[in-house]
């Protein structure tokens, strides 16, 4: 988001090279110590968006208690509220530091989530899933395409994909690394990099290319004094994009229904 950093997997997505995988790494592992101590959080609290436009999104893909995979975890925010609502989830995250932190809180709950962590990237699942979330980790990584067609990969047909993150705009600038990383101290500074923030054309693209058909975008507004996100219609700083993978088996059906109908 522009208000923290959920990092995810950078290694070998258009093949950066080992020194800058490293430094994104170190980045976020200095973070890690900060995660799940502070119930303010505004990352934590961005669940109040993020799990409802994922509850819509399963809907959509028609199963209720849908397999999840979550790229780039983090400390497991998203991932074990996911699991708290039903869902059965993975998340996956290149830095090992956040993985133990994840898995030690979920720890709180034994027995009672159907939810598993794995030190990996993406490239190295090799399962298919009802939806992929990765939130708040392509601003972050050094191709986009690259990491959106690796993500779409492991969405089975007919199921979906969201991604959030920040657009690329005077305001995110502004709100999203000045005064948020260098005022306000809701984000360490140098988290964001203004030339990697992605403009939700871009984004939105690179998931059409991949044979998604786009159902949302929206508008993800945190409220500093309220401390409170909402859904909004304004794109300019933080944004989702949710998307449904189109099934080959419907465009076969299709060319049938077509053709005995002489069409």
């Not at 995988?21 to 505004?42: A, C, N, R, Y």
């Not at 989530?113 to 030190?119: I, K, P, S, V």
């Not at 260098?182 to 991949?210: F, M, N, R, S």
Request: hydrophobic share 35%.
């Amino acid at each position: 988001s522009g208000i923290n950093a959920e990092y995810g997997t950078l290694a070998s997505q258009g093949q950066p090279s080992n020194s800058e995988h490293e430094k994104e790494v170190k980045k976020f592992d200095v973070l890690s110590s900060g995660w799940w101590k502070d119930d303010k959080d505004p990352l934590l609290l961005m669940n109040g968006v993020r799990v409802p436009l994922l509850q819509s999104l399963a809907r959509e893909v028609g199963v209720p208690d849908p397999l999840v995979l979550d790229v780039g975890c983090g400390g497991g925010y998203l991932s074990e509220e996911l699991a708290k609502q039903g869902f059965g989830v993975t998340g996956i995250d290149p830095s090992e530091d956040m993985i133990k932190i994840a898995t030690k809180h979920a720890q709180k709950y034994p027995g009672e989530l159907e939810l598993e962590y794995q030190c990996a990237t993406v490239e190295e699942v090799t399962d298919e899933f009802d939806i992929v979330v990765s939130s708040e980790v392509v601003e972050h990584v050094p191709c986009v395409t690259s990491f959106v067609s690796q993500c779409a990969e492991r969405v089975r047909p007919g199921g979906g994909i969201m991604f959030t993150t920040i657009n690329r705009t005077v305001q995110s600038w502004l709100f999203g690394i000045i005064i948020a990383e260098q005022v306000a101290g809701l984000v360490p500074p140098g988290t964001h990099e203004y030339h990697k923030l992605v403009p939700p054309h871009t984004l939105t693209g690179a998931i059409a290319d991949c044979g998604f058909d786009v159902l949302t975008v929206t508008g993800l507004s945190f409220n500093p004094l309220t401390r409170q996100w909402s859904t909004s219609s304004d794109l300019s700083i933080n944004y989702a994009v949710t998307a449904i993978k189109k099934d080959p088996e419907d465009d076969v059906d299709c060319e049938f229904d077509s053709f005995f109908k002489g069409g």
